[in-house]
């Protein structure tokens, strides 16, 4: 089976786990998750795959004290919309910090965390969560 034809689903996946985003190598944007076109620059734009930092700063945030089913246990926590040093905006829960401390500005990096634990189905799904950087 060939690059080509791995499912979009599982190249998303992959994406997620490793934060690799795509640079158009004409104006210098960064997508993340992976798009196929700059938006700029459409066809005139390449994009090459580019390994993200996972360092950034808190832009906004916003605590969840009733959370969707699945996360009861997690209540409250703390959902942010984070912008990485590559520009690239991403919304993501923060953890490893009280929510009370969580300001705007606040600088934090990427951390391999579950997700999610599907009881019934044995299921444990991982992914990038952030974290305040220990300074
Ligand atoms: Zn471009």
Known sequence: MGMGSIPRFWRNMQSRYNLIGRRCTRCGEVYFPPRNFCARCRRRGKLEEVQLSGRGEVVSYTV????????????????????????????????????????????????????????????IYYGFKFKPVEE
């Open 64 to 123: 969840i004290r009733t959370p969707p089913e699945g996360f009861e246990r997690q209540a409250p926590y703390v959902m942010a919309l984070v912008r990485l040093e590559e520009g690239v905006m991403l919304t993501t829960q923060l953890v490893d910090v009280n929510p009370e401390e969580v300001e705007i500005g606040m600088r934090v990096e990427s951390v391999f965390r579950k997700i999610q634990e599907d009881g019934e189905a044995g299921l």
